[in-house]
């Protein structure tokens, strides 16, 4: 079966300049989730998706960070502007049930 | 708050040296716990898994976990391991209600030949 898909793997941005990352579940998997990673931390939520509507998004930084996911298959994470302290790999997972979740490969975004 | 703490930021060990990964979650309710395993450029992938049931737990690659209520605990174990067992390790929770994962910090384990 084929695994989460997440493009593009590494982005450099300059401050202040906006960013879009892009996701596809594993097919058949209502729930999607992003997190962030910063070096030397664990993965941290940002939003989490049921189908196409939002199941928690309180750790989503609103005033610059938008996700979506249209028809409820694949996700777009978005900042806008970026700042310094937005440089980390940005996790995709899905989960089709049992709390289980499958992670992409991530994508390291570096902010300058 | 919901938090989990891994001990070991960095562990060095000799293959065939036996490993114990500290692992504690703050929640004292219902909880699933996980380890996930990060190879040097690869993706976070499950190792092990416990909802409920035996408390001792085995998942791949010669893994076990044991699941210590009383402690909060869920530490991680193996045997003997392998150059090949070089990775990062992430122990994370999923409180009752929420889907959300909650992660540690995780633990770089580096295995000498």
């Known amino acids: 079966e084929a695994g989460v898909a997440q493009s593009p793997r590494y982005k450099i941005i300059e401050k202040r300049q906006s960013v879009a990352f892009w996701c596809n579940p594993i097919?058949?998997?209502?729930?999607l989730y992003w997190y962030q990673q910063i070096l030397g931390q664990g993965p941290k939520l940002l939003i989490q998706?049921?189908?196409?509507?939002?199941?928690?998004d309180s750790q989503l930084p609103k005033d610059r960070f938008s996700a979506e996911r249209l028809k409820g298959v694949d996700s777009t994470l978005k900042i806008q502007p970026a700042k310094l302290e937005d440089s980390a790999v940005y996790l995709c997972a899905s989960g089709g049930g049992k709390n289980i979740q499958y992670f992409g490969a991530g994508t390291r975004l570096s902010v300058l | 708050a919901q938090s989990v703490s891994q001990h070991n930021h960095h562990v060095i060990l000799s293959e065939a040296a036996s490993l114990e990964l500290g692992c504690n979650y703050s929640?004292?309710?219902?909880?699933?716990l996980f380890w996930y395993v990060q190879y040097p450029g690869q993706h976070l992938q499950l190792l092990l898994k416990y909802f409920s049931g035996d408390p001792l737990v085995k998942g791949i690659k010669g893994f076990e976990a044991e699941f210590i209520k009383s402690k909060f605990s869920f530490n991680l174990r193996k045997p003997s391991v392998q150059w090949s067992d070089t990775a990062e390790y992430f122990c994370?929770?999923?409180?009752?209600?929420?889907?959300?994962?909650?992660f540690g910090t995780g633990t770089r384990l580096l295995v000498s030949p």
């Open positions: 994370a929770v999923n409180y009752y209600g929420f889907q959300k994962l909650v």
């Open positions: 097919s058949g998997h209502a729930t």
């Open positions: 998706f049921q189908n196409n509507g939002v199941v928690d």
């Open positions: 929640y004292g309710g219902t909880v699933n």
